[in-house]
């Protein structure tokens, strides 16, 4: 397996303009969790989802910030409009719900987002 | 819900020295621990990780304890090399309530001098 991917790894955008990040879970994963890292404020759950189903969103800072899971393989995070202070690493992670020996956060590389 | 306090947030050791991070959590019904490792510009990785009931595990140079009755959790790190250099995070989670959702600490910066 390829592991978590996120899309795209790096983006810089203007202040106003929507942004949408995109991540694809391990295969077989029911848990998909959405992650913002800064330095500030280190590593904060925004969302997640279990079988495509949002669980809980009260990590999303503002209305700004939407996420969505339309089937098992695909989610993406939008945020619109953008502000120089959403500027962060954001990153994907998803899990499965079975043995314990198989129910490991895995984590994407990461998008890059830069606001000016 | 859970908290997970994280100490130290820096840590220095010279190579070869053992390096300990210890982390607290609040919620009883907790029962999964992991500790990841993230090097700089990368994504956070599992290390090692220790449910609760078992009260330690090692993993060569790597070893977490666990005292669920004073609720807090240990990561020890033996023989340090430089490429132990990292950032390392404690989680905790309590299943039957929240799934699979972690609750991470804020993180302890390890940095080892050769």
């Known amino acids: 397996d390829a592991g978590v991917i996120q899309s795209p790894r790096h983006e810089v955008t203007e202040m106003g303009q929507e942004v949408t990040l995109r991540c694809k879970p391990i295969?077989?994963?029911?848990?998909l969790f959405w992650y913002r890292q800064t330095m500030m404020r280190g590593l904060e759950l925004l969302i997640y989802?279990?079988?495509?189903?949002?669980?809980?969103d009260s990590g999303m800072p503002e209305d700004r910030f939407s996420a969505k899971m339309p089937n098992a393989s695909f989610s993406t995070l939008k945020i619109q409009p953008s502000e120089p202070r959403d500027s962060a690493v954001y990153f994907c992670a998803s899990s499965f719900t079975g043995f314990e020996t198989t129910d490991t956060q895995y984590f994407g590389p990461g998008t890059r987002l830069t606001v000016l | 819900g859970e908290n997970v306090e994280q100490h130290p947030s820096t840590l220095s050791v010279q190579e070869g020295d053992s390096a300990v991070i210890k982390c607290t959590y609040s919620d009883s019904a907790s029962n999964y621990f992991p500790w990841y490792k993230q090097e700089l510009g990368k994504r956070p990785q599992l290390i090692i990780d220790?449910?609760?009931?078992?009260g330690e595990k090692k993993d060569q140079r790597i070893a977490v304890t666990l005292n669920k009755t004073a609720k807090h959790f240990s990561l020890h790190i033996t023989e340090t090399q430089p490429e132990d250099s990292a950032v390392y995070f404690c989680a905790a989670r309590n299943a039957m309530e929240y799934g699979n959702k972690l609750v991470f600490g804020a993180g302890t910066i390890l940095r080892v001098k050769s």
């Open positions: 220790i449910r609760s009931n078992v």
């Open positions: 295969s077989g994963h029911d848990y």
């Open positions: 989802f279990n079988n495509n189903v949002p669980i809980d």
